[in-house]
């Protein structure tokens, strides 16, 4: 079970959230363990409602909805003389706008530049008509571990060998590569504010056998977005339709340290803040007000 649950701070606006675990969320946010929360400087605190979920989805789109109202509003839901309802789907929905729309190379749990370009358009468009490329972020992330930055690979099969388009990509399963990955994020995040609450979910995704590297990254991406609260529409590219070259330079480790966003407490990191990380990194660290960072 998921909640989302409302706080009252002592300077009378409200704070919303989404936990597995009601009561240690509480005592987190009445604690002050993390000054990059909303709460760190409005304390004391006071539980005014909060509603239970099956779904983290279901969970995160009611405490989305509860972002967009007025106090008033609130203050009728809290008294019970409003009820919201909101339909969840299982993926990000289609804007009805279509002026916005970016060309982007499909990366494995993206970092924080590569989502920095996705944020601001209603259509996203992965390129699956590059050719594949080996040590890039389209099939390998960065995360920070407790022996500093660890990259992440899912092996994959090139049918084509080095010709081999995205689209063609496998993903291989000659080893246990899944349980490798969760039990790095596991061990790299477990201890971070917002891990229970995402955590299982993206577990779900990568145990997924996905035949096609382009799928499972999808899905992921999706996933990530949702997180956010961010609302766009996901394909796949046209045979003449290719990602600029700017764009592909974001997939490439050796240029991930070029881009900056302002430091937050990161799990097990004790030394000078790492930039520009996988972005579950920025997800399970600040949680999905983490956002406003990109």
Request: one cysteine or more.
């Amino acid at each position: 079970m998921f909640t989302a649950y409302l706080l009252l701070c002592s300077d009378g606006t409200y704070h919303s959230g989404v936990t597995k675990n009601l009561e240690a969320r509480l005592a987190y946010h009445e604690q002050g363990k993390n000054p990059d929360v909303y709460t760190f400087v409005r304390r004391p605190l006071k539980l005014v409602f909060q509603k239970s979920f099956n779904e983290i989805r279901a969970a995160i789109a009611f405490e989305g909805e509860l972002q967009h109202k007025s106090t008033a509003e609130i203050e009728q839901i809290v008294n019970g003389e409003l009820q919201l309802e909101v339909e969840t789907k299982s993926e990000v929905q289609e804007s009805s706008e279509d002026d916005s729309v970016i060309i982007i190379p499909s990366s494995y749990l993206g970092n924080l530049q590569y989502f920095s370009n996705l944020i601001e358009h209603n259509e996203l468009i992965l390129d699956i008509n590059e050719r594949f490329q080996k040590q890039s972020y389209r099939s390998r992330c960065s995360i920070y571990s407790a022996n500093g930055v660890q990259n992440l690979i899912v092996p994959v099969i090139r049918p084509n060998g080095k010709e081999s388009l995205m689209s063609a990509i496998r993903i291989s399963y000659a080893e246990d590569w899944q349980k490798d990955h969760i039990k790095a994020i596991e061990s790299a995040y477990r201890r971070a504010p917002f891990y229970e609450f995402y955590a299982e979910e993206l577990f779900a995704i990568i145990q997924k056998k996905h035949e096609r590297l382009v799928d499972l990254n999808k899905e992921l991406t999706v996933y990530l977005l949702n997180c956010f609260g961010i609302k766009s529409a996901i394909s796949f590219s046209d045979t003449d339709e290719e990602s600029s070259i700017p764009l592909k330079n974001v997939m490439n480790p050796k240029l991930r340290s070029e881009f900056k966003v302002s430091a937050y407490q990161q799990a097990l990191n004790t030394d000078d803040f790492e930039d520009n990380l996988s972005l579950i990194d920025l997800l399970f660290n600040v949680g999905k007000e983490g956002v406003s960072r990109l």
